[in-house]
């Protein structure tokens, strides 16, 4: 099997929400059988906000023309 990985809004056991990366692996045997899954999130909500805020700023710099 193949890893998957995506950013999604998730939210926290407090209801707030936030970005992350999800990535989900498969675990195989010493056959290649997949025996089960392990998965991570890291936090990219810094990141995210960022590349939200050039984007609208692109997009009223080019408005403004």
């Known amino acids: 099997g193949h890893s998957y990985s995506t950013e999604i809004l998730n939210k926290r056991k407090d209801g707030s929400a936030f970005f992350c990366n ?3 692996s498969p675990l195989a045997d010493k056959h290649g ?3 089960g899954y392990t998965s991570s999130q890291i936090d990219v909500t810094d990141k995210k906000l960022t590349e ?3 984007k609208e700023s692109i ?3 080019l408005e403004d023309k």
């Open 33 to 35: 059988r997949t025996t």
């Open 52 to 54: 939200i805020a050039i």
């Open 22 to 24: 999800f990535t989900v």
């Open 59 to 61: 997009e009223k710099l």
